[in-house]
């Protein structure tokens, strides 16, 4: 039998003093942070040319449109809702566009006067001192010899409160009636599409300078041709705003009477006025009776002639 291998001796360990480990620890230290320097600095690197790359693929692209979603996409119901551009360009719009608050001012005055023309020539002069002008107007005459006139009216928003005082001297005032419509909302929004708009438009003509091809050439100028559409289109109802903001609508009614409409609480007023139409009624009654009985003056002379006659046969008759 072989002989059993003789078992290995063992080593003994080798100890270093203390101030050798602690340099090693420093030395690794070190050479981990070097390492780990060179690591982050090439990471750098390639994201660097990765991007640089990206950019690059989007600078060639940018002519097909790839660069600019939101103008070939541009739909002018979600305008103010098509990423943070959008909005950035829509709140700077606000900004600039909007200051106060936008109210449209519209008046109905109703006017009855015994001196028609002194009346209407005190309104003229009324609307000339106010700096406003006359829109239309309509003037007619009444079966009973009396003049009607009805007038639109556009005043100068600083006016308007002094125009009403002034036209409510020119007769007794029966009706008036004032409204203040409040559209500072929807001129916010309005404004805001239209700075929308504007964004959406310089970017369509920075692409259309840089494009390359026909074919996106054409794209772009159609794009930019539905902008400038409704650019125009919003702009236009911009300009109604600032329109009727600016001039206030006021409607007068002026009527010829001889006897003014009671305008009082007090009942015997009430009571002294309505006696006083009443008899009026009657003479009118009575007049337009006699107009018309002098209309029919033949069947009236023939109608007399017929009496007559029968008159006469039934005398001879009964002797």
């Known amino acids: 039998p072989e002989p059993a291998p003789a078992a290995p001796r063992k080593g003994r360990a080798v100890r270093f003093p203390h101030w050798q480990r602690w340099a090693a620890g420093i030395a690794a230290c070190a050479a981990v942070a070097v390492v780990g320097s060179q690591t982050l600095n090439m990471g750098s690197d390639g994201l660097s040319t ?11 692209s940018s002519t097909a449109l790839a660069s600019a979603p939101a103008a070939a996409n541009y739909s002018l119901d979600t305008a103010a809702d098509n990423g943070m551009e959008s909005r950035s360009a829509g709140s700077a719009g606000d900004t600039t566009a909007v200051a106060g608050e936008k109210i449209i001012y519209t008046a109905y005055l109703s006017l009855e006067t015994k001196d028609y023309d002194t009346a209407r020539a005190d309104l003229e002069q009324a609307l000339a001192e106010a700096g406003g002008w006359m829109e239309n107007s309509s003037e007619s005459n009444n079966s009973d010899n009396t003049r009607s006139l009805s007038m639109t009216l556009r005043v100068p928003e600083e006016n308007y409160e002094s125009f009403l005082e002034a036209a409510g ?4 005032v029966v009706t008036r009636s004032e409204q203040a419509d409040d559209v500072t909302a929807q001129y916010t929004d309005v404004a805001g599409r239209i700075a929308n708009l504007e964004g959406q438009r310089d970017r369509l003509r920075e692409l259309q300078a840089s494009a390359e091809s026909l074919s996106d050439l054409l794209d772009i100028e159609a794009q930019l041709s539905e902008v400038q559409y409704q650019l125009e289109s919003w702009q236009s109802q911009l300009d109604w705003y600032d329109d009727q903001i600016a001039s206030c609508t006021v409607t007068v009614s002026l009527r010829e009477v001889e006897t003014y409409t009671p305008t009082g609480s007090n009942f015997f ?4 006025a309505a ?3 009443g008899w009026q009624n009657f003479v009118r009654g ?3 009776i006699a107009v018309t009985l002098a209309g029919l003056w033949p069947v009236v002379i023939l109608v007399a002639a017929a009496a007559v006659a029968v008159v006469v046969l039934f005398k001879r008759r009964r002797r």
């Open 286 to 288: 009575l007049a337009a």
């Open 169 to 172: 001297q020119t007769g007794s």
């Open 275 to 277: 006696f006083a139409e």
């Open 50 to 60: 990765m991007s640089l790359q990206r950019a690059a693929g989007g600078a060639a």
């Open 269 to 272: 007023e009430r009571m002294g």
